[in-house]
């Protein structure tokens, strides 16, 4: 598939697109309605970039991910819901133009591979970590949805289990050690700072490291009964995750503001109305109030929601488990490239 070298572009907060991965997006400001109207009249792609982390403006990453519009629904007040499917990395090299909505200037970041026989055995690491965290973890702890928008329980459960059936469809003989690490990537890794630094590296065996490092350590949170919270930072990761990470080529380029994006603002005249309450009014309290009672049905709730997760987890993780006894999994041959490299009008 042809991917040109200038395509529409949305800056959003902690969102990584590896390839092969799909990313659900909600369309709701009128400069990203325009833009998707015009996708869809088009080729249908759209350039996907980070926004950097602590930036009032927005300012993007250098390195991002193309998607393809695999699906959308318009909903009656104009927002829309989008899946994206991630087809390949890129990195930013010029935004041409700010208004209506961006158009970027992109060029490709292909994958290199300096020892296949290091890559393949950090491939067999990466798979058996990865097999042990699908295993030991809850779904709804272990899939994971970059998407702030998503709240509703439903709705995330059939996100997560489609996330983990396309991992698992992948985890198969054949699958370059490049894809491995996306699709892990993407669907297991929790902090956005750590997806990041996988999506800009190149080297094959260093995105292999990184990737075992990371899943090391959340592996030891599970078994320790913590949390893999996205509030943790690269630095964790020590000397294999340099963080900051070092610049990349266009860093030192000023980011031209964009004009469509107003900070929020205090309203000097705004004034808040206090509710009003008499302090000497006496409150009548109620007899047949247990205290007692009250934490036991929050007990009650509690048990079966994690029950019911459980049984969902169960039927998910005995598929799983039964395709791993059904085949064996060997390190795949280095990634290849089946790209025309003479055809001068496909950069990637």
Not at 27 to 46: C, K, N, S, T, Y
Request: charged residues 35%.
């Amino acid at each position: 598939m042809r991917v040109p070298s200038e395509l529409p572009g949305m800056v959003l907060p902690d969102a990584t697109l590896f390839p092969q991965s799909i990313l659900p997006v909600r369309i709701d400001e009128p400069r990203h309605r325009r833009l998707l109207a015009d996708v869809l009249d088009g080729p249908r792609m759209i350039f996907v970039t980070m926004r950097k982390p602590g930036a009032l403006k927005e300012c993007a990453e250098k390195v991002g991910g193309v998607g393809l519009v695999r699906a959308c629904i318009t909903r009656k007040n104009g927002s829309s819901d989008l899946l994206l499917e991630g087809l390949t990395r890129a990195r930013l090299d010029k935004t041409l133009r700010y208004r209506p909505y961006r158009i970027c200037r992109l060029s490709a970041l292909p994958p290199r591979t300096l020892s296949p026989e290091t890559v393949n055995s950090l491939l067999t690491t990466a798979l058996e970590l990865t097999c042990r965290l699908l295993v030991k973890t809850p779904l709804d702890r272990l899939v994971q949805i970059p998407v702030p928008q998503v709240t509703d329980r439903e709705t995330l459960l059939v996100l997560q289990r489609a996330a983990l059936d396309n991992l698992v469809e992948h985890l198969r003989p054949g699958t370059t050690p490049d894809d491995l690490v996306n699709l892990v990537s993407s669907c297991l890794l929790s902090n956005p700072g750590e997806r990041q630094l996988i999506l800009e590296t190149q080297e094959v065996d260093l995105r292999l490291r990184r990737l075992i490092r990371i899943l090391h350590r959340q592996i030891d949170a599970v078994l320790a009964g913590q949390p893999t919270a996205a509030t943790e930072t690269a630095s964790s990761l020590e000397e294999t995750v340099p963080f900051p990470r070092p610049p990349l080529a266009g860093d030192d380029e000023d980011e031209e503001e964009d004009d469509d994006i107003e900070p929020w603002e205090d309203d000097e005249d705004e004034q808040w109305e206090e509710p009003d309450f008499d302090e000497d009014e006496d409150f009548e309290e109620d007899d047949d109030f247990d205290e007692d009672d009250e934490d036991e049905d929050w007990e009650d709730d509690e048990e079966d929601e994690e029950e019911e997760w459980d049984e969902l987890t169960k039927d998910i993780l005995a598929e799983f488990e039964q395709w791993l006894g059904d085949s064996d999994i060997t390190p795949p041959r280095s990634e290849t490239s089946d790209r025309d490299d003479n055809d001068e009008d496909i950069p990637f």
